[in-house]
């Protein structure tokens, strides 16, 4: 539960200043590492954009399955006079710091008794290995699309559904994984009924306009939505490094596509059954229980998709991280799902091997954690959090 | 939100139990046909090419059969298979679901019911057995289903004789697996549903009958020409080397694959059945999937 002490803000701001500069220097410490990703994709993306000439229309030569706005920030890095490997680190660090302050704006508006949890949160969503490695040391750009969702939250928290809406329009624009909380959207819109299924209209509508440079360059004007399905089905395997249920049913690639859609329906099934219950149920979104909703939703999806990559789970580690710092009961889920994934970021950065057998314990320490959440947000719904009963807003 | 929205979610709210189950339905049916073409391990362990083929008499007369009117045999085995899948999920419905004396079909599906359909259609358990391994299991399971819708009617009515003859088929069928299973399960019935003093000698007619039917499904299995088949083979036979297990690990590994599916769908039946059941059934279930899922596909892991 949110505590009610009130530290001085003076101590809180110093608190948060000391961090950024801890994290700055965390973050600093990896800028001269070269891993293989950067090494076989974005150092070429960078490439095919920047000797493709000065104009817009240089985002024609991109080749990467990327988004185009990611490609349009690269054609901004090909201007600036810095190395590309700092230039697309420094990209993704920046949405590191954006993600904090939404992890921070969150919670301080679930906790608004409590300025201690929003500095927690900020601090902790900072120094989060999984955080820093993916921005500092791997290069990618998952904090992007997931700074987009939780400040989407935030507004949905906050009942700014349009403003939401953007949020979402940009992270799907960045990154198509923001699809994992698009269960807990359309359950939020259908139960609360709180808005007209025409503001939905606002997420493409952001994405074309997010896509507007490489419109410019010469794209199609609907390429924003075209690109978004074809980062679907790019690596055929049921079980492409998220330790999830697929790890115990690997298949080989001929067969793939037998199995793929039928995993896919059965990730529906699980998010249906769930809708069900609600319904049924009558159980309403409040505030006590959309955290956990959210979570659950979203850790569904990568839980029984097939190839999922070991960064899919971040959107759900870092609202996991938000619902720790909410109910420091619940810190064991957040650890659980980021020690799982950890080998594998360690694995990317060439700093460990990857065994069958540390594949194997990610996949029973995850598959644990999951079933673990499951039971617990059962338990939630039927009885609330810490045992008050869920009740309409 | 405009009127319409409301309206409609309005509908769909009120018919969400059928539009459930009906996604369910059309989940279990794709997921199948998208598969039944596909060929794992268990075509080599378990229909031919392997040096102590592990099934039973029936199971090989049956597939015998089956061969000589189709080329398809993976497919035609694979939609016997699913056919124990649908009639299991249909007993189930009828021994676990909500009892509902609603006449139309919709007012029957109830929260209840839509998760047994989900469980006993899309566990992962189910769909690794029937859809992965072609396993017969399921025919088994809603042979002895059957049996036990039957043998509870029995209060109502003397009906002993259909568990006493669709048990040992069970048995038979899957050979000498589902033997011991039946064994247990006729005692428990028996005991279980049979009035004292009423139908006694019915009662007895059915024992006399159900073991009868165990000792000549034993019998059959051991009369094939020029077989090297003996009872409780299956147990000792490395179904993979056709050598005796070289130990205990090997042994209760292949012991769980086995029965992994008995394992799966009955702690479920209990859970729903009582709900103190629930975890340990997904405990089951999971390790069952995880076991026999990492069984069929390990060697063939890819290196992406």
Known sequence: MCQKSRPGKCHLTIIMLLVTIVSLSIRYLGKDYMSGDYRSCLSIWYNQIKNAGPGLSALLAYEGDYALPYAFLLWILCKLPVSPLYGIKFISVLFDFLLAVGAAKLIEYLCPSSGRNACIGYCVVLLLPTV?????????????????????????????????????????????????????LLLYYWIEKRFSVLQFLIIPGTMILANMPAV??????????QRMFFQVGGRPYMYYYYPNFWFFYQLPTNVYYRFNIGAILLAVCVLLLFVVYLIRKNIHITQANFLPM?????????????????????????????????????????????????????????????????????????????????????????NGEDGVANASN | ??????????????????????????????????????????????????????????????????????????????WLSYFGDACVAVLAWNLWGNASKEETFEAKITLKNLFLLAAVLLSPTVLLYSVGGMRPD??????????????????????????????PIAAAFWYPVYWPVCLVLCFFMLRRFCDKGAHRGLR????????????????????????????????????????????????????????GYVLGTGTLFFAFADR????PALVVNMCTAALFGWLQTAPLIPVP
């Open chain 1, 132 to 184: 820093f490695i993916n921005s500092a040391y791997w290069g990618q750009a998952d904090a992007i699309y997931s700074s987009f969702c939780v400040w989407a939250v935030y507004e949905l928290a906050r009942r700014r559904y349009p403003v939401m809406m953007i949020f979402f329009g940009l992270a799907f624009a960045f990154k198509l994984q923001s699809i994992f909380c698009l269960p807990f």
């Open chain 1, 216 to 225: 410019l360059g010469g794209y199609p004007p609907l390429i924003a939505l």
């Open chain 1, 294 to 382: 959210l979570i659950w939703t979203s850790y569904s999806c990568a839980f029984f998709l097939p190839s999922m990559h070991e960064r899919y789970g971040f959107i759900s580690e870092i609202f996991a991280v938000i619902w720790a710092i909410k109910n420091p009961r619940r810190s064991t889920y957040p650890f659980f799902m980021i020690m799982s994934v950890l080998p594998f970021y360690l694995w990317a950065l060439d700093l460990t091997n990857n065994p069958l057998w540390l594949q194997a314990l990610s996949a029973v320490m995850n598959c644990c954690c999951y079933f673990a959440l499951t039971i617990t947000f059962w338990k939630i719904l039927k």
């Open chain 2, 1 to 78: 939100m405009l009127p319409i929205e409301k309206k409609l979610i309005t509908f769909l709210s009120k018919h969400i139990l059928l539009i459930g189950a009906a996604f369910i339905v059309l989940t279990a049916i794709i997921t199948r046909g998208f598969a039944q073409n596909y060929v794992g391990l268990d075509f080599h362990y378990y229909l031919y090419d392997m040096p102590g083929n592990g099934n039973s008499f029936l199971y090989r007369t049956v597939t015998a059969f089956l061969l000589s009117r189709t080329d398809r045999i993976v497919a035609v085995l694979k």
């Open chain 2, 138 to 167: 399921s025919v088994c399971m809603a042979l002895i289903l059957t049996g036990f819708l039957f043998g509870q009617k029995a209060k109502e009515a003397p009906l002993w004789v259909l568990p006493a003859i669709l048990f």
């Open chain 2, 204 to 259: 007895i007619f059915a024992w006399i009958l159900i073991l009868s039917g165990l000792i000549l499904a034993a019998v059959l299995e051991h009369n094939p020409a020029g077989s090297a088949h003996f009872f409780g083979q299956i147990f000792v036979i490395d179904r993979a080397t056709g050598m005796p297990y070289s130990g205990i690990f090997p042994w209760t590994r292949d012991m769980l694959v086995l029965y």
């Open chain 2, 276 to 279: 103190r059941w629930r975890i």
